[in-house]
């Protein structure tokens, strides 16, 4: 989508610190973080949000779940993480291109 900064991220359009990409998915570190290690893990195929995938979209989804655990391998929070998506403006999602948040690097147990 064009004004989708996601998108803008995945064309290059946008900065971002990206810590992995490849073919289908872009992971780079959250401007905002709320864990000392904030990753959004974002398709670079634009859906709006989990409601809007597909069973097209299944292999992806798996895959990133997949890639949360290499990313969180290679930051070092392989051990202690957390992903999870928002979905929705009530649920607070706030931009509207699905995306995951890998977050980690807690040194005690984080409160909920």
């Known amino acids: 989508m064009e004004d989708c900064i996601f998108c803008k ?4 359009e946008a900065p971002s610190e990206k810590v992995w990409e490849d073919e289908e998915i872009l992971a780079f570190k959250d401007i905002k973080p709320s864990a000392p290690v904030h990753i959004l ?8 949000n989990l409601s809007d995938a597909s069973s097209e979209d299944q292999a992806l989804l798996g895959k990133i779940q997949l890639t ?3 990313i969180a ?3 070092g929070i392989k051990d202690a993480f957390r992903v999870s998506t928002l979905n929705g403006k009530n649920a607070g999602q706030v931009v509207f ?5 890998l977050m980690g690097g807690w040194s005690e147990k984080p409160n909920l």
């Open 73 to 75: 391998e290679k930051l």
């Open 68 to 70: 949360a655990v290499e």
């Open 9 to 12: 991220i995945i064309r290059g």
């Open 97 to 101: 291109h699905l995306h995951y948040h």
């Open 41 to 48: 893990i974002v398709p670079k195929k634009h859906i709006e």
